[in-house]
């Protein structure tokens, strides 16, 4: 935990650097820094991570990369950012798929 915290800590600058020009990260967005910062500094082979909404505009989606992507259940969740129906939802979440990747 104490790796992680030290993470945050050195993140948190250039988190407030962003927010003092206007760029407002979300709660989530500023976890996902950090959680990607503490990975590289791991060295980490593998990471396995939660697409936190949607896929296509989520803070997830800067893997060029990905090993593999998997799309688990698609129902009426977030509705006023995803879409209205589940050809919209699907869509958006579809936004996780690269080319060349797996896809599950």
């Not at 935990?1 to 650097?17: G, K």
């Not at 500094?41 to 803070?59: I, K, M, P, S, T």
């Not at 009426?76 to 896809?103: Q, R």
């Amino acid at each position: 935990h104490r790796e992680f915290a030290q993470a945050a800590e050195d993140v948190l600058p250039l988190i407030l650097e962003m927010e003092s020009r206007g760029e407002e990260l979300s709660e989530f967005e500023a976890i996902t820094a950090i959680a990607f910062y503490w990975f590289a500094q791991q060295n980490c082979d593998v990471v396995v991570l939660e697409v936190g909404l949607g896929g296509r505009l989520d803070a997830t989606n800067v893997i060029r990369n990905p090993l593999c992507s998997v799309i688990t259940h698609i129902s009426y969740d977030h509705t006023e950012i995803l879409g209205n129906t589940l050809t919209e939802i699907a869509g958006e979440k579809c936004g996780i798929l690269k080319e060349g990747c797996e896809a599950v």
